[in-house]
């Protein structure tokens, strides 16, 4: 019998990944909603949508690592796609507020009737519908990304003129809903959000729903992502980033492969996002804001690139800092953190901490192999070489 | 479209009035040459000869500004980019050896074989017994079965090049451009790649660019020198290293 194409990838470390973020995706909610307010191991509402954040960051950072770590793609706008994800799921919810907005029109969103719109604009029918929303949040990314793929990786852009451009896409997005008259909801953003499928988006039971949904996401983005690199599709990808042309003159479509896995990779970016928008309550332009791929970029690069788990993992450790410092005295400096963090990583880590533990772990195990080795032939029990 | 009518000649690769400058510096210049099918051709020539551009263009890597490149009398490959050209059968092997070095040795072939080589196709790849076979045959031939497991870039230099000669053979083409696949070998490993080239050449065309004289005089084929874009001579090697012209730009006296 031949392993399910999703579990056949799964080492060790891939499953003790599965193992916990399932663990915490049940624990935590249960902890929540079932142990009494006040007692020790009760995690409070806030946190449990603190963690969903981070696992909605450690989707997003998967996606980087997929097209950076095996690729070589490296998008500083990846933040666009995670943005897009959360605006259309934005607006469902803002279609499910009805009239209980604070000009009570049952169609209109109270940014439109603030800013005299006559009527619903086209791009918004069909978002009151949970399908459709859910629909649009992996096709919006996912077509915008194949678009910018298409032309880009077809005229053979890479490296940091790549980098750059994306930084473009990103900016220009966060420019143009910026502007009232481009129908979001401007600087503001979208927020006031009441339900979600008919359940109080405010309410604990669902807020533990939504950080478990968000665990269940970040379980399948991580399958996803084992079964392409592990696939030969995966070597070629890591053939790609190490040597393009030579794939080109092996036969090898390259820019076929690019635009598969970007355009992958912005979709889930963007079911990131929309997982994200109820967990924290409002989705704005800042969202675009250049600094957020790069901040993301960095998650990637701390937790060791091409390696799946790191990704998360550095998300997580870099997001659990910023809330910490950010909250306390030293909130001024935490750019200067970020950046020496930065620095720091690509100086000392540049294997990320993932990828120099396995090193380490590597070679110690290839020098305990050499000890052993040498220790038998002291012994006289290893095989004899006639050759020496 | 890029296939012609009907087959204009028998060779199987046709260059004829190749000109191809880069801001007006002229690599080649009425470059013309053919290859018959089985033939095992030497080039040499000074360096800036244009060499590397003849092989640029072959591959499709460089578009030529006029002339006329012909493969297997049929394929018009100037019409034609670097994929098409790899996929008719033409493999290539780079001056600096190339090879896939985080990947192991087993991979880097499995990666050259000829099949499949769309999204779909290697998203759901399932390895089957031929092309396991297939990898055990080149390994075997390029000497590497021992090293199958250890990544391409502990390799040593004399090494990656014939494991890129060994990607080569994997891909099956029917046309192989060699450059320069002795620099940097010890004289028993020339040696050695000399008669692997011979043997490749009982079945396959082969064009060879080396600088190594002695080398080019063991394989023992015809030799063409470029200098400046340009055929300058051509015939055995004895033919080609007692030209004047030959001996005045690029073996001196």
Redesign the interface.
């Given at each position: 019998m031949t392993p399910h194409?999703l579990t056949r990838s799964l080492d060790r470390s891939a499953s003790i990944f599965i193992l916990v973020v399932a663990g915490l995706g049940l624990l935590i909610p249960l902890s929540n909603l079932l142990l009494p307010a006040g007692s020790m191991l009760q995690v409070p509402t806030y946190l449990v949508a603190l963690f969903g954040k981070y696992a909605c960051y450690a989707i997003l950072a998967l996606s980087i690592d997929l097209i950076w770590g095996y690729c070589g793609i490296l998008s500083l706008g990846h933040g666009a796609f995670f943005a897009l994800g959360g605006y259309a799921m934005g607006m469902y919810l803002m279609r499910q507020i009805g009239s209980r907005g604070v000009y009570g029109n049952p169609i209109l969103p109270d940014f439109m009737v603030f800013l005299n719109y006559p009527e619903l604009p086209w791009y918004w029918h069909g978002f009151d519908m949970f399908w459709f929303a859910a629909l649009m949040v992996i096709l919006v990314p996912g077509l915008l990304a194949f678009c910018f793929g298409w032309l880009a990786f077809r005229s053979r852009v890479t490296g940091v003129y790549l980098s750059i451009i994306t930084q473009a896409m990103t900016y220009a997005l966060l420019l143009a809903f910026f502007r009232n008259d481009f129908g979001f909801g401007g600087n503001n953003g979208l927020t006031d959000f009441k339900d979600i499928l008919g359940f109080n988006v405010q309410a604990d039971g669902t807020r533990a729903a939504l950080f478990a949904l968000s665990c269940l996401a970040l379980i399948l983005a991580f399958l996803i992502c084992r079964a392409?690199v592990t696939?030969?599709?995966g070597?070629?990808l890591?053939?790609i980033r190490?040597?393009e042309?030579?794939?080109?003159?092996?036969?090898?479509?390259?820019e076929?492969?690019k635009l598969?896995v970007f355009t992958l990779s912005a979709c889930m970016a963007g079911v990131a996002g929309a997982l994200y928008v109820p967990q924290v309550g409002i989705i704005n332009p800042s969202e675009f804001a250049p600094g957020n791929s790069i901040e993301a970029v960095i998650w990637v690069a701390v937790g060791g690139r091409g390696t799946l788990v790191g990704a998360a993992l550095g998300a997580v450790v870099v997001n659990y800092a910023k809330t910490y410092f950010t909250s306390g005295p030293l909130a001024p400096y935490w750019l200067f953190m970020l950046g020496a963090l930065f620095i720091l990583v690509t100086l000392l880590l540049p294997k990320g901490i993932v990828g120099t533990f396995s090193a380490w772990r590597e070679s110690r195990k290839a020098t305990e192999k050499a000890n052993a080795e040498s220790a038998a032939r002291e012994d006289g029990v290893g095989e004899p070489n006639p050759a020496e | 479209m890029s296939v012609m009518e009907g087959r204009t000649t028998s060779a199987l690769l046709y260059l004829d009035g190749v000109h191809v400058s880069f801001d007006g510096f002229h690599a080649i210049n009425n470059l013309s040459l053919t290859l018959e099918p089985g033939e095992m051709r030497a080039i040499i020539g000074p360096n800036g000869a244009g060499k590397t551009t003849m092989m640029d263009i072959i591959?499709g890597?460089t578009k030529p500004d006029e002339g006329t490149v012909l493969f297997d009398g049929m394929t018009d490959l100037t019409r034609l980019d670097?994929?098409q050209i790899?996929?008719l059968g033409i493999?290539?092997k780079?001056q600096k050896p190339?090879?896939?070095?985080?990947?192991t040795i087993e991979?880097n072939l499995?990666?050259?074989l000829?099949v499949d080589?769309?999204?779909k196709g290697?998203?759901?790849?399932r390895g089957n017994r031929n092309e396991s076979e297939r990898i055990d045959r080149v390994l075997e031939t390029i000497r590497l079965t021992d090293a199958r497991n250890r990544l391409a870039g502990s390799l040593s230099h004399g090494q990656k090049q014939w494991l890129e000669i060994g990607?080569l053979l994997a891909?099956d083409p029917k046309l192989l451009l060699v450059d320069e696949p002795v620099a940097g070998m010890t004289d028993v490993e020339t040696h050695q790649t000399a008669e692997l080239l011979k043997k490749i050449n009982k079945e396959k065309t082969v064009m060879v660019v080396e600088h190594d004289m002695t080398f080019v005089r063991q394989l023992g084929v015809k030799v063409t020198c470029l200098h400046e874009g340009t055929v300058l001579a051509e015939g055995t090697i004895d033919q080609v290293s007692s030209n004047e012209r030959v001996i005045e730009v690029y073996l001196g006296r």
């Open positions: 194409v392409v696939s030969k599709l070597k070629v890591i053939a190490d040597a042309s030579r794939t080109r003159f092996l036969g090898y479509r390259v076929s492969y598969f | 591959t890597k670097e994929t790899a996929e493999g290539r780079f190339t090879v896939f070095e985080s990947q991979d499995l990666l050259a000829n080589h769309s999204v290697t998203l759901f790849w990607m891909q």
